[in-house]
């Protein structure tokens, strides 16, 4: 606990951290899929795997953008959530220096 003009509370903010952390990973595509005992996708989807149904090349490639899409979220998600973790490093670094600096 810090003794300076903010009360801190450095297990907090190294909990929080942690957890943030933890969440993160859970964003990954392919722990995402691990956990679901599902294989990762194929970059492109074959249109032939659909069958000989009309519009099927269309099909395949809507597939495709969702899976995109997919990826492009759960990495923005853990990229914010990444960003979290390293801000909390900063502040409890900056918390720490300034309490140093005090003399506290």
């Known amino acids: ?8 509370s450095y297990k907090a903010l190294d909990e929080c951290r942690t957890r943030v952390h933890i ?3 859970d964003f990954a595509l ?3 899929l691990k956990a679901s005992k599902s294989q990762t996708p194929a970059d492109t989807t074959e ?3 659909l069958g000989m149904i009309p519009g099927v090349t269309d099909l395949a490639a809507k597939i495709d953008a969702v899976w995109a899409a997919v990826r ?3 990495g923005s ?5 990444e960003a979290v973790e390293r801000a909390l490093d900063e502040v409890e670094s900056n918390l ?3 309490a140093t600096a005090s003399g506290a």
């Not at 606990?1 to 801190?8: E, H, I, N, P, Q």
């Not at 998600?77 to 959530?81: D, M, P, V, W």
């Open 1 to 8: 606990m810090s003794k300076g003009l903010v009360d801190v």
């Open 23 to 25: 969440a993160s990973k």
């Open 30 to 32: 392919d722990e995402i």
């Open 47 to 49: 249109p032939r795997v």
């Open 72 to 74: 492009v979220e759960l």
């Open 77 to 81: 998600g853990q990229g914010r959530l």
């Open 96 to 98: 720490r220096k300034a």
